[in-house]
């Protein structure tokens, strides 16, 4: 809460700072904007901007830094005794906050005295009684030393908060001051703030690239884990997906291969439906439709690309299903034992697919100069002539990297799969059978209650490793087909 | 309608047929009469009449937006590419009316090529650029036969002796001089009556330029070639007509020679002489 206030604090200081330094600016020279360097709104962007900016990343970081050094600090003083009674020193610090954040919240309502709960040699059954009639819900017993510590954690954590709040407002006035000094004349605001506005942009763009680079990490880090629990060529090359359930022991069979096959069959199925309806109703409006068609018919057609995954999935599970069932099952041709199947996830994942593919082939065949076109009707050619020996090979690299980012859509799709596929890992060539992927997988093995030192739990990461290799390999491949293809005429 | 015309044309042909060559040289490869040509609303060209003499260079010049290029691509119905392009008036190539709906546009295409301003080889290789039009036309009857087309058409265009070594090398690889070359000599290789060429040279420089006019001039015995030019002397060095064009009128056209010589209109010396243009 008393950050939030800081916050509000400097946001106010900085909005000052704005007025300040502007009228500060226009009084040095009597008015007269013309003797000035810069407009008078850049001398006031410069004062709010240094009031505000070193504040706020200062408490930015020390928001991220005072837990850490407060856990530190406090399972480093907690002493060895009181950790053996428990099981591990992450649980009982664990224990620490929750009983310090019930400290907290029994002292605000009362229930507590607030002198009570700093006394290092409180009675812990009043404590506890105190806790109970709060609603507090305590894991365990409060020991002495848990309290203890638990006492240091919320002193730290207070005294901490405090010096933070002083430290930022402090640096904001500084900021502040510094900047309206700053205003002369002669002094180039509008450079200065020039440079702020970069760091501000590239500061944006870091943070997307750094987030990416610790989603990377992370599923690299939990990957490693798993690969020291199972071996990797058990995973790599098993042949059988069978996890037990954890908690109970007993020994997983956990080979990607027919999760693999699955997903690769699927997307298959999505592509053969997905890249001929995209790429002819692509061509038919860049080079048929008339201009009021193509304005109305595009826009309908990427209402598709709007349409959330999940909802596709129902269609999948309620329309596709049944449709394919009464057609192939038992009632029919008898090579279909139940709604859920390759074919049916693969088929509606091919209508998710076709807006991706059309709009993007429809970029590419429109990139295609009309020179070209006039050039081979010139000679005689007629349309459809020109389309498939003029315009598409010209379009061919961009169409093809747009299949293929096409189908590292496909691969990635979950929701669909989910609902469409089934969760039977086998590796069959029949279409009409039950399988999983990847994706399902994943989903499957983090659902419920997911114990994250279990090779059961963390084959997640490694899936998902897997499958992020995949689709970033399609993806650089696919980029470079494009880019290649862009060079051509420029 | 048609077969009356030609019936007309051809008693006219069979009575006065004594000064023999010189009547021959008088009858027009192709003729436009009263052609008006618009865009959506905008009018482009007003009741044009002009006859394009056969193996002859006719040269349209005129200002920019004069409707030079909008006649031009009324010759072959390029036009019909544009949504909101519409002509009224006939048009015929040897007596038959082009923009009779019984006409087939890929055909009279074959009939009557055309190279752009720009060069636009296909993003194939030279021998592919050229053997484009003979394989969707099926002009040839063997591989050997098409290769022939293909050396001939280039030779014609007087690109072999610079391409022979790299036939299967793109043509977009090649200089703007001859990228424009290579798209004459396909538009040669399916063997058209008429050539269209929207300013052929704008794009090259002098060099490649004077290559291409040398060309032209070559190129006249055996087709009938329309050129729309914005540079004065090419349009005396390659045509022996001149038809200037302004603000969608046809104001003079005759004799090259006549009409940079001794204009009879104002406006058209005042062209040539670079007062209004």
Redesign the interface.
Known sequence: MLVLWALLFILALSATGFFLGRQRALSLVNGDQRNLHSMPKYYGSNVALKALVPAALLLVVWSIAQPLYVNYSISSSIPESAVSETSSLGLLMAEVRRVADGLDSTVAQGTISDELARDPNADLNSITEGFKSAGQILTSEITRPMLQAAQSYRSMRRDGRFYMIIAVVALSLLGLIWGIRETQPRFRARNVVENGLKVLLISAASIAILTTIGIVLSLIFNTYEFFTLYPASDFFFGTSWAPSFSGRGGSSDLGILPLLWGTLYISLVALVVAVPIGLFAAIYLSEYA??QLRAMAKPMLEVLAGIPTIVYGLFALLTVGPLLLAVFGDEGVGIMQAGTAVMTAGLVMGIMLIPFVSSLSDDIINAV?Q????????????QS?TIK??VL??ALPGIVGAILLAASRAIGETMIVVLGAGAAARMSLNPFEAMTTVTAKIVSQLTGDADFSSPEALVAFALGMTLFVITLGLNIIALYIVRKYRE?YE | MKMDSNKIYKSEAATSHLPGMLHEAAKPKMRGENVNVFYGEKQALFDVNLDIGANEVTALIGPSGCGKSTFLRCLNRMNDTIDICRVTGKITLDDDDIYDPKIDVVELRARVGMVFQKPNPFPKSIFENVAYGPRIHGLSRNKTDLEEIVVTSLRRAGLFQEVKDRMHQPGTGLSGGQQQRLCIARAIAVSPEVILMDEPCSALDPIATATVEELIDELRENYTIVIVTHSMQQAARVSQKTAFFHLGNLVEHGDTDEIFQNPREERTKNYITGRIG
């Open positions: 008339g201009p100069p020179s070209m076109r006039d050039g081979s009707y010139a000679l005689g050619a007629t002539e020996k003029v090979p010209a051509q």
